[in-house]
């Protein structure tokens, strides 16, 4: 970016409101900020800050009916793009103010000057049309393209977001792909009309880190190749100290602190920013237990902290530890499509001679790419998949010679907490009946006012409330879900819980709740964990051990600390190296 670049976006004194039932309620308050020509600024805070609203707002997405500007302007250059590359003057007659532009007018804006890649890509994509067919729909509407320079087009970008095999992901369904491949189809989706403003709503979430270092690395050669400005929104600090030029921090709808990233990283000023940097796990330390933001602001404030309690400690006992589970030579393959009726049948290998001890007491994590082979191993331990051959031993019982119905007896013991609450929780069914159902099926305790009194028990331990039991999913947060599906979890008093991806998709403060709460609960109820995560700081900081998951393959086993301060092979430095820088943030 250079010094006295011109302004492409300009907001001013913004506030909003969206109407909850009945009422208004206000959600952004005087928003104030400028975007330069091939600038980056990140913007962080927790779910509900209102950074996504503030996204909707520059596109001009939020429907009329349930969103009120109460008051400000945004400002769009309005100069084609070759024009403004070669032209150093710009008056105010350059620009226009989004809210108060025609709707034909914002259809030649969106998607072709102003782009967005959404947080969730399932619910961004038509689960009908084939993901090339989408791009393509795209490049035509906005290009004079023709329907196969278009189809071109799009299989050059879905290789340049790193997908492996472009033309397989083009004629793909979206729910054939992983979340990470779902991602990358949005991000080329988003990057094939070349706009000027690119608004990246939680881009790299549900990305590994290998993958999110190159997607990073790639915005950033699109900036400087085509000048593009970026908006990007995460919360994930290490990822917006490693891309932006300036940040604003945004809290209850108002941004309370903005500046360079260096400023705002370094020498934080606002309570609500040093909250959000002390919550982040760290490499190169393991505190009893991450600070929480409210505990940061609440100490800013002068107000008594409870004393933190040592919680666990590294697997280093010279004792022989007890195997709970004893995985051998475990392997799983899936046919691959054909594509015409006499093409012989292929097969896609997702776990090799799998071989694996889990200790009683232990948090075991699970690192590795996008597609290794990571939530089938968790989903074949638990039988959930079954496994072409090998033995799953749990506590001596080979769990792969069991029927189902002693499978089932089983599943009490052996729970497991998925990467989205909001779609492995039922929509019709109350939190109550969520709760109380599996304690009926696996007939714990005597009768139902017994299992509604542990049930409100699992909630308060799990931070919610006893009110909450009458409310569906839709009514709660993200965190707050992933909390019911912990209590939900707990219900049936297991001795084994696999948490795939359970903090990927929350904010860096509702995930340092939720790992403290993990934490707790092992303790509390002697819980055993498969801990499987791409986030490997997060990993390392749950960890007793870790093992390193790629291809199929586990191709490393150590203690958490040892992995990372010597790790053995290329594949775990690389991932170690991928990680977000964090010095440049602490």
């Not at 082979?373 to 331990?381: A, M």
């Not at 052996?414 to 009946?433: A, E, F, H, K, V």
């Amino acid at each position: 970016m250079k010094n006295g670049a011109p302004n492409l976006l300009e907001i001013k004194n913004f506030s909003l409101e969206l109407k909850q039932e009945e009422n208004w309620a206000p959600i952004l308050s005087s928003i104030s900020f400028l975007l330069r020509r091939g600038e980056t600024i990140g913007v962080v805070g927790e779910s509900g800050s209102g950074k996504s609203v503030t996204a909707l707002s520059i596109m001009q997405l939020l429907s009329k009916k349930s969103a009120k500007i109460t008051e400000g302007e945004i400002f769009f250059d309005m100069v084609e793009t070759l024009n403004t590359k070669t032209s150093s003057s710009f008056t105010l007659q350059n620009y226009i103010n989004l809210p108060q532009a025609s709707e034909k007018v914002l259809q030649q804006i969106r998607g072709n000057r102003i782009a967005m890649i959404f947080q969730e890509p399932m619910s961004s994509l038509n689960p009908v049309i084939r993901c090339g067919k989408q791009i393509t729909e795209a490049i035509l509407l906005h290009t004079g393209l023709s329907k196969k320079e278009a189809k071109f087009k799009a299989i050059e970008l879905l290789g340049d977001v790193q997908l492996s095999d472009p033309v397989k992901v083009y004629y793909a369904y979206p729910h054939e792909l992983s979340g990470g491949q779902k991602q990358r189809v949005m991000i080329a989706m988003a990057m094939s009309c070349k706009p000027d403003i690119l608004i990246a709503d939680e881009p790299t979430t549900a990305l590994d880190v290998t993958v999110q270092k190159n997607i990073l690395e790639l915005l950033q050669q699109l900036q400087e190749k085509y000048g593009m400005s970026i908006i990007f929104i995460s919360h994930d600090l290490g990822v917006i100290a490693q891309i932006a030029h300036r940040v604003l921090v945004m809290y209850k709808g108002a941004i309370v602190e903005q500046g360079d990233m260096q400023t705002i990283f370094k020498n934080p000023k606002h309570p609500y920013t040093k909250g959000l940097l002390a919550c982040r796990p760290k490499l190169d330390e393991k505190p009893e237990r991450l600070p929480t933001v409210e505990e940061v602001m609440q100490k800013a404030e002068g107000k008594k902290q409870k004393e933190a309690t040592s919680l666990f400690a590294p697997h280093t006992s010279s004792l022989v530890p007890h195997t709970l589970f004893s995985i051998q030579n475990l392997s799983k393959q899936y046919p691959v499509r054909k594509t015409n009726l006499f093409e012989q049948q292929s097969y896609f290998q997702v776990l090799e001679a799998i071989n694996l001890d889990i200790y009683e007491g232990e948090t075991l994590g699970l690192v590795g790419e996008s597609g290794c082979g990571k939530t089938t191993l968790g989903r074949t331990i638990l039988r959930l998949v079954e496994p072409d051959s090998g033995n799953i031993f749990y506590k001596g019982k080979n769990l792969t010679e069991l029927s189902l119905s002693s499978m089932r007896q089983l599943r009490k013991e052996l729970q497991m907490i998925l990467q989205d609450p909001y779609s492995s929780l039922n929509q019709r069914l109350t939190i109550g009946q969520m709760l109380l159902e599996p304690m009926k099926v696996h007939r714990i305790l005597h009768h139902d006012k017994e299992r509604r009194n542990r049930a409100i028990a699992l909630l308060e331990r799990v931070g919610l409330r006893e009110a909450h039991l009458h409310r569906y999913p839709h009514e709660f947060s993200g965190g707050q879900r992933q909390r019911i599906a912990i209590a939900r979890a707990l219900t049936v008093n297991p001795k084994f819980i696999i948490c795939d991806e359970s903090v990927s998709a929350l904010d860096v403060s509702v995930q340092a709740q939720v790992l403290n709460l993990l934490n707790d609960l092992k303790q509390e109820f002697n819980l055993t964990y498969l801990f499987i995560s791409h986030d490997l700081s997060v990993v390392k900081y749950m960890s007793n051990r870790i093992a390193v998951m790629q291809q199929s393959k586990i191709v490393e086993l150590n203690d958490a600390e040892e992995i990372y301060k010597n790790p053995q092979t290329e594949y775990t430095k690389r991932l170690i190296e991928a990680i977000p820088a964090q010095k440049s943030i602490s």
